[in-house]
């Protein structure tokens, strides 16, 4: 399995950073590539991987948030345009109310897509030819953290979310988890976790590799801080996501 950090931002865009969305592909083939979230800006960072829009099948939602959602109707458009109109769309309950209420919006969208709406819950689910496990999270939006298996490797997503066992549990094992660490230590916040708080509840964690995502501005010039931070309390290898990043999991090391 390859993961693809196509955006690794927040909802208060940097100029440096897009917003939240992964590329999963799997070298065996047994999987087709599968998009993890759509927030501002994903659909530039595919049109820039060797997958582009045109091969995206499939497209997995955490949560409903902008940041999380608003390239979704632009990455049907484009792909429509190229000649791609068969595309399934899953994610947890609301999904199709989201879907329907975008064609609403854009009604000459309406009819020329072979679309497919899928809603999960917690549990065990197949998509786009992946063993996807999932828990419910702990964000102002109801969320859902995925699990994600192949033969070869596991990969675990955080989603948005406070730092909770259910999440560092579900990412037991794997070979990386990338996990929601919005700001450093010092920022009251709630609905995300500081680096302190998710190095506790990472503690005695096996997992391979931890990467930090869904950087708010707050966290610049502070990632060293934040993975030290992470370290001093989980025995492991943290590091900061950036976009365009692509890791192989079979390996354990960047791309």
């Not at 955006?7 to 865009?13: F, L």
């Not at 999987?31 to 530039?44: E, F, I, K, T």
């Not at 259910?166 to 996990?179: M, N, T």
Request: net charge negative; with cysteine; aromatic share 6%.
């Amino acid at each position: 399995m390859r993961v693809t950090f196509l955006g690794t931002g927040s909802a208060m865009p940097t100029g440096e950073r897009f917003q939240t969305g992964l590329l999963l592909e799997d070298p065996d083939g047994e999987a087709a590539p599968l998009l993890v979230d759509c927030g501002s800006g994903v659909l530039h960072g595919l049109a820039s991987s060797t997958v582009g829009y045109e091969g995206i099948e499939t497209v997995l939602l955490t949560h409903h948030h902008l940041d999380h959602v608003s390239d979704l109707m632009a990455l049907l458009k484009a792909r429509w345009l190229a000649g791609e109109t068969d595309i399934e769309i899953v994610g947890p309950e609301g999904t199709e109310a989201l879907v329907d209420g975008l064609f609403a919006a854009h009604e000459y969208m309406d009819g020329r897509l072979d679309l497919s709406v899928r809603e999960i819950g917690p549990g065990e689910h197949a998509v786009g030819g992946y063993g996807i496990d999932a828990v419910e999270t702990v964000h102002s939006m109801y969320c859902l953290a995925y699990r994600f298996e192949t033969d070869d490797a596991v990969f675990t997503f955080s989603a948005d979310t406070e730092a909770i066992a259910s999440v560092a549990d579900l990412a037991e094992g794997s070979a990386v988890l990338a996990h929601d660490c919005s700001f450093p230590d010092g920022i009251d916040v709630d609905n995300h976790p500081t680096p302190s708080q998710l190095g506790a509840v990472l503690s005695g964690c096996d997992v391979g590799r931890v990467y930090l995502t869904h950087l708010y501005p707050h966290t610049d010039g502070r990632h060293e801080e934040m993975t030290d931070s992470v370290e001093k309390r989980f025995d492991g290898d943290v590091r900061v996501a950036r976009d365009g990043l692509t890791v192989d999991l079979r390996r354990r090391d960047e791309g």
